[in-house]
């Protein structure tokens, strides 16, 4: 076993003056056509000025991440629309649940999660602001680390 030889595998390139072409045949691929099955990534136009509002739904088309967070927005501000009111009377509901005041009171409860490394972040504020203006009804914290803590303190007081 010892004396056993390794073989590895190579791309398959033994002339050097077939690398070129390699490298193009593995790079240059042709693009399919997309036909409206995606949404075109394009980021904020700052040379347009500051819209709060613009900035954050381009959010769904500046990429990856970016789209993540401009669904979750979205996500978010349908959650702090919604009314009980705008569902419809389910049999067997209570006189309460009936009453158009109750329903119109009764809200979505919004729980917010995030890891520990988010309070070390430039986002700390960000959550510090959602806490301090009841912005969301239940916070937690997950992956508590006292190395992290060790690093920033902060207050981050619900």
Request: charged share 25%; with cysteine.
């Amino acid at each position: 076993m010892g004396s056993e030889s390794t073989t590895s595998v190579a791309a398959p390139m033994d002339a050097p003056e077939e690398f070129p072409l390699f490298a193009h045949a593995a790079a240059m691929k042709v693009s399919a056509k997309l036909n409206d099955k995606s949404t075109i990534v394009c980021g904020y136009d700052f040379n347009e000025g500051i819209d709060h509002e613009k900035l954050l739904q381009s959010m769904l088309t500046t990429g990856f991440q970016a789209s993540h967070l401009g669904r979750a927005i979205d996500l978010v501000n349908n959650m702090l629309d919604w009314r009980l009111s705008d569902e419809p009377i389910e049999e067997g509901c209570s006189e309460e649940e009936r009453d158009p005041a109750f329903r119109q009171s009764v809200k979505c409860k919004i729980f917010m999660g995030f890891t520990s490394n988010l309070i070390s972040s430039g986002l700390r504020d960000t959550i510090r602001f959602l806490a301090e203006h009841r912005m969301r009804n239940v916070y937690r914290l997950m992956c508590w680390s006292p190395r992290q803590e060790g690093l920033k303190k902060t207050s981050l007081n619900v």
